[in-house]
């Protein structure tokens, strides 16, 4: 624990070693980790490494109940796992509760040595974390909206790199500066932690090249606004000016937002400042009398920007960083994403969801209900019975006009259920939102695996013509992907990592309603298409 001070509120939040955002863990492609993590709070923990595919090794993965059982408070345990083909940034967090609010950090994985990137190389780079700040118990508050069935508080700030930064009341110290000299190219390793908002970035008066997103090289394009959803990352270069320049920049970023649901409408911002070798005295005079400069951001609804930015994002395809994209399917999945209601089982007479109900959220219908025993465990040692069900429906149990006139009866069904893959399945999964409770954009995570984004459009999806305009060439490869509020998106995927591999909306609040599954794939035939036996200090439920 550690006492922190943001927005004039001082409060407790759960750290690492103390930290807040996290330490930042340093790697290369090809290491072996060994992080051990000792739970010293009261709550029960786990760490997701995310975006690190944990070849056949599950058990490092993280997520509570799905590949393990928490750390319990006064108990260790080590996450042990290779690096193998991947480079780039993602990042770790607590996935449990709602703690990754203040349980996260930076994985940045270097190229192997002799190995170069496929860009220029940047003078420095910099991690910039996006997350968001909440002056009240986080816990408290996940814990008193499950029990009422309505809508949790919403946060109190954005913040960089743990900074709410100049725009807030009380906050101009707390400000994050990065410093740069004139004429160089740095990397922003741009991570969005937030727990439930997708967020627009720009710095003022400067243009920011993408090279490379969820720690996969894109062919480069220049843009001077971006968006990144929660779960997301975005290295970009920044060349700065070649003269010292006459200003102070901002770097801000706020929310792009769909769905009827409350949300922080605030902006965080960080300032650029380019730093002079010249004298210090006479560099701070000169900085004290400069103008500040703002960027324009788009508009909070701005889905036409979103649509436009996500279009030029593609994979190289080179022969040096091939997208390998499955060209032949042997598994089609249609999976309906989306909010609903629950009955209300609380104390009270009404619950404060939607018509006296609870909120709930859905994949085909099937609101995800957390086991008390690790899905991974269960498989592994064969006692799945009771655990969970290997018959998650593959396509919506009723078809109906998913974006256009919602159906009146907006209850969902629930259970823990999984897809099972045989080995080396090659996937594809379209991913339709609905608007039963209103459209809403859905960032999906998927463990395990990255995959590729082949094609989206908006209303529903079309069987018999959309997947003509599929792009099986050079799509991006992400392992977060935005659902386009009010339409679809189409993702394949090569099933080649045994294991229990969890899927879900990387806004918390909608994994909390239950809009998450899980996919089995079975071992191979060959010792090395088979699951890692789990470690001796695996923690026990």
């Not at 814990?143 to 913040?159: E, H, K, Q």
């Not at 695996?449 to 305009?469: H, I, L, M």
Request: glycine content about 8%; overall charge positive; charged content about 15%.
């Amino acid at each position: 624990m550690k006492s922190v001070t943001r927005l004039c509120h001082t409060k407790s939040i759960v750290t690492v070693n103390g930290q807040f955002p996290g330490p930042s863990i340093v790697a290369r492609e090809g290491d072996r980790l060994l992080i051990r993590v000792i739970n010293r709070v009261p709550n029960n923990v786990t760490i997701h490494w995310h975006g690190i595919r944990q070849i056949r090794n599950g058990w490092a993965d993280g997520p509570a109940y799905i590949t393990q059982c928490p750390i319990q408070t006064g108990q260790s345990y080590v996450y042990n796992y290779t690096i193998v083909g991947q480079r780039g940034t993602l990042f770790w967090h607590a996935h449990i509760s709602w703690l990754r609010a203040t349980l996260y950090g930076a994985l940045i994985i270097l190229p192997k040595h002799l190995s170069f990137y496929p860009f220029p190389k940047p003078y420095k780079d910099v991690p910039l974390i996006f997350g968001e700040w909440f002056n009240g118990d986080i816990e408290a508050m996940i814990n008193r909206a499950t029990l009422t069935g309505g809508g949790p508080d919403v946060s109190d700030a954005y913040t960089i790199n743990g900074l709410p930064g100049p725009l807030y009341s009380c906050s101009s110290k707390q400000t994050f500066k990065l410093k740069v000299r004139e004429g160089k190219t740095y990397l922003l390793r741009l991570i969005n932690a937030a727990l439930n908002d997708q967020l627009f970035f720009s710095i003022a008066d400067h243009t920011l090249t993408v090279v490379e997103v969820d720690a996969v090289y894109v062919k480069p394009f220049d843009t001077q606004t971006l968006v990144i959803a929660p779960g997301q990352t975005t290295n970009i270069l920044l060349t700065t000016k070649p003269d010292f320049p006459h200003a102070i920049y901002f770097m801000t970023a706020r929310p792009y937002v769909t769905g009827l649901a409350n949300f922080d409408n605030s902006a965080v911002a960080g300032i650029l400042e380019y730093a002079s070798p010249s004298n210090p005295h006479h560099q701070a005079l000169r900085m004290k009398n400069l103008p500040f400069l703002k960027p324009t951001l788009p508009d909070l609804y701005d889905t036409g920007f979103v649509t436009e930015f996500t279009a030029k994002l593609r994979s190289l395809a080179t022969p040096q960083f091939p997208a390998k994209v499955p060209q032949k399917v042997d598994s089609k999945f249609y999976l309906t994403i989306g909010l609903g209601t629950s009955s209300c089982n609380s104390r009270d007479k009404t619950c404060q969801g939607p018509n006296g109900a609870k909120y709930a959220a859905s994949i085909n219908n099937v609101s995800f209900v957390q086991p008390t025993r690790a899905l991974l465990q269960a498989h592994f040692t064969g006692q799945s019975k009771g655990v969970y069900n290997p018959n998650f429906p593959t396509s919506p149990p009723e078809s109906f006009d998913y974006t256009g006139n919602p159906p009146s009866n907006t209850f969902v069904t629930s259970g823990t259920k999984l897809i099972v893959l045989p080995y080396k399945t090659s996937v594809e999964v379209v991913m339709q939102d609905t608007s039963i409770l209103g459209a809403e954009s859905h960032p999906l995570h998927l463990h395990g695996f990255n995959f590729f984004v082949v094609g989206q459009g908006f209303g529903n999806f079309n069987a018999d013509k959309d997947p003509g305009y599929f792009n099986l060439v050079d799509p991006v490869e992400r392992n977060t992907v935005g659902v386009p509020v009010g339409g679809w998106v189409a993702i394949r995927f090569l099933a080649d990592n045994p294991g229990v591999w969890f899927m879900h909306c990387h806004y918390e609040v909608h994994t909390s309603w239950g809009l998450e599954m899980a996919w089995l794939v079975l071992d191979g035939k060959h010792p090395n298409e088979k699951m890692l036996p789990p470690p001796p200090d695996l923690p026990k439920c």
